[in-house]
């Protein structure tokens, strides 16, 4: 039988990528992400197939949707729609943290590693063996 309750402090982080850490909960149809991002983190350019609503509880950070760009502040909520890249950037000096919930269960492997790879593009294989060999042999 699932377990229907749940308490984010009893769950483990998992760093996604650098600066980027999440606590995961599923259900059925649909997953609930606690997220704590470093201030200045930029996340990669991405999309999904679902819907995904962003609620803001602490911090800032710059969010571009369909080619508008706003600066969040906590307590403000962003609907993303289905296939639509977010363009992402923290733009406080302070930590943010906020809950995201997508419309259908993830599968959060896929997930993280799209987000990884693309987050790597960037980067040359020598930063990548910087932060590590677990993270690195994650995409060979």
């Not at 699932?2 to 769950?11: A, E, P, S, T, V």
């Not at 704590?36 to 609503?53: I, M, N, R």
Request: proline share 6%; aromatic share 10%; net charge negative.
């Amino acid at each position: 039988m699932r377990d229907n309750f749940h308490d984010w402090d009893k769950l483990e982080w998992s760093t996604i990528i650098p600066g980027y850490r999440a606590k995961f909960v599923h259900s059925d149809n649909m997953t609930f992400a606690l997220w704590d991002v470093d201030a200045g983190a930029p996340l990669p350019e991405h999309s999904h197939p679902h819907e995904q609503v962003t609620h803001l509880l602490d911090g800032n950070f710059e969010m571009t949707i369909d080619a508008k760009t706003k600066v969040m502040q906590p307590g403000e909520v962003a609907i993303i729609p289905s296939n639509v890249s977010p363009a992402l950037r923290f733009a406080g000096r302070l930590p943010s943290r906020e809950t995201s919930t997508f419309t259908i269960r993830l599968s959060i492997r896929g997930v993280v590693m799209r987000i990884k790879m693309r987050w790597l593009a960037a980067r040359s294989l020598n930063e990548c063996f910087d932060l590590g060999v677990p993270f690195c042999l994650d995409f060979i």
